[in-house]
């Protein structure tokens, strides 16, 4: 039962499979290392032809970490990552859609090429992702898309990504109903400003604007980010889906 349950045991995630999109770096990357240090066997994703030593030796055990290069734009792509997970491990229990772009620029000054891409990174691969990875959870399994503060508190110069963030929003609720009865639970995380390397040099005056607007006074880190994953994709969060998640200082609730 789970009210016996210890929180450990709550959280882990050992025996399961998952997949991470976006995840050379940053928020993608967190939750890749997160997911492993609680026992997950991974499927991890990026553009680059070869993962860096680097990345792969930051894993507790680079053995148990299959990477799959691949464009999520390009046709055949979610075929191809969730076949490496069932031909290495033999099933799939958690997608982690994180991999997204967000060309700078605004309405005015943005063009229907930009657009497309966009919509084809941020909504339509990962709606091919879930729909290939729901075939494969044979055991249930729990999808996890990340959005963001966007989603609902649209900015300047933000239009195709806000959308696309929406979107992605409205996805997740539609998959929850329809997955459901298959044994999945669909769940977003939608994340505020996340440091990354250079943000707080390169863009001072936002980092500020932020955190002096958002109640707890403070940008989130990639960890932060990584245990909500973390939460939504083990037993935990059993009786959760179609919900988005706010990971975001507070903002949502100012702007």
């Known amino acids: 039962m789970l009210d016996t349950m210890s929180a450990k045991n709550l959280l882990s995630l050992d025996g399961r499979v998952a997949i991470v999109t976006g995840s050379t770096r940053g928020i993608g990357l967190a ?14 994703c990026g553009r680059a032809e070869q ?3 680097e990345i792969m030796f930051g894993f507790r055990d680079p053995s148990r970490v299959t990477y799959v290069s ?7 792509s979610a075929e191809r990552i969730v076949a490496a997970a069932n031909d ?6 958690i997608l982690v859609n994180n991999a997204g772009i967000q ?11 930009e657009w497309r891409s ?33 989603s609902t508190r ?37 994340p505020g400003l996340v440091n990354r390397p250079g943000l707080v040099e390169s863009w001072p005056e936002g980092v500020k604007r932020f955190s002096d607007s958002a109640p707890l006074g403070r940008i989130g880190e990639p960890e932060e980010i990584a245990n909500a994953c973390l939460f939504l994709a083990g037993d935990a969060a059993s009786w959760i889906t179609g919900t988005n998640l706010a990971v975001d200082g507070g903002i949502t609730l100012v702007r």
């Not at 939750?31 to 991974?42: D, E, I, P």
């Not at 691949?70 to 055949?76: E, N, Q, T, V, Y």
């Not at 060309?103 to 090429?113: A, F, I, K, R, T």
């Open 88 to 93: 290495t491990h033999g099933r799939l229990d």
């Open 51 to 53: 993962l860096p030593d």
């Open 118 to 150: 966009v919509l084809e990174v941020n909504v339509v691969a990962a709606a091919a992702l879930m729909r290939c990875a729901a075939a494969a959870m044979t055991h249930g399994g729990s999808i996890i898309n990340i959005a963001s503060s966007r």
């Open 103 to 113: 060309p700078p620029g605004d309405l005015q000054s943005s063009n229907d090429e």
């Open 154 to 190: 649209p900015g300047m110069g933000m239009a195709a990504y806000s959308a696309s963030k929406s979107a992605l929003l409205n996805l997740t609720q539609s998959a929850a109903v329809e997955l459901g009865p298959l044994g999945a639970r669909v769940n977003a995380v939608s």
């Open 31 to 44: 939750v890749a290392r997160k997911f492993a240090g609680y026992g997950a066997s991974l499927i991890i």
């Open 70 to 76: 691949c464009d999520l734009g390009a046709a055949g």
